[in-house]
């Protein structure tokens, strides 16, 4: 559950009629909630839920096995991670999530991260394991960093928090709408 924007679930709701998926970990409301092992089934497809908290409570990695691919929210990205110092997060739960999950996966796996701030799309469990300046190091470090990053407050965060926990549209009060539109 994203603190720095308004989730665009609840318009795509409106737009189309789908469902809103969340773990069942973030306190969020959705059509349905979803944890580790549990299948989100689309068309002939199917995607595998793995739980990685750490940057949040309700992180997770979506595997969309029979491509070789996995979304990895905000618990990975490209060459980096997502902050731990708010919303729950934790820096030694993020380092075991990513090293006991994302990286158990096939090295080959290409890994999707909900954005990236330099452009980037797309990298691999075995480029990360490489080249991730921080996930590289070892568990003392990384919480050494995580811990350090000294970032700003998000500007978002006390509109995007209430209106992300109803995934942007239950019961939204007025006041909170101004992102949706």
């Known amino acids: 559950m994203h603190a720095d924007h308004i989730t665009g679930s609840g318009h795509l709701k409106r737009l189309s009629g789908c469902k809103s998926i ?7 409301e959705a059509d349905i909630l979803v944890t580790e ?6 068309g002939n497809h199917k995607l595998r839920v793995l739980n990685t ?13 029979e491509h070789g691919m996995a979304f990895t929210g905000d618990a990975l990205l490209i ?13 030694a739960t993020l380092y075991n999530s ?7 996966l096939p090295d080959q796996t290409l890994l999707y991260p909900a954005h990236d701030y330099n452009g980037l799309t797309v990298t691999t469990v075995d480029e990360e ?13 990384f919480v ?9 407050y998000p500007k978002q965060i006390d509109k995007a928090l209430p209106a992300n926990k ?6 939204l009060p007025e006041e909170l709408k101004d992102g949706l539109s």
């Open 129 to 141: 394991k490489r080249l991730n300046p921080r996930l590289t190091k070892s568990l003392h470090d």
């Open 79 to 91: 060459r980096g991670c997502g902050r731990t110092d708010f919303q729950e997060g934790d820096a």
């Open 53 to 65: 908290p750490g940057h949040t409570n309700g992180c997770c990695t979506f595997c969309f096995e």
């Open 22 to 28: 969340i773990s069942k970990h973030s306190g969020a």
């Open 37 to 42: 092992g549990d299948y989100i089934d689309f």
């Open 166 to 171: 109803v995934c942007g549209l239950y019961n």
């Open 98 to 104: 990513v090293h006991q999950k994302i990286f158990a």
């Open 144 to 152: 050494h960093i995580m811990d350090n990053l000294k970032l700003g």
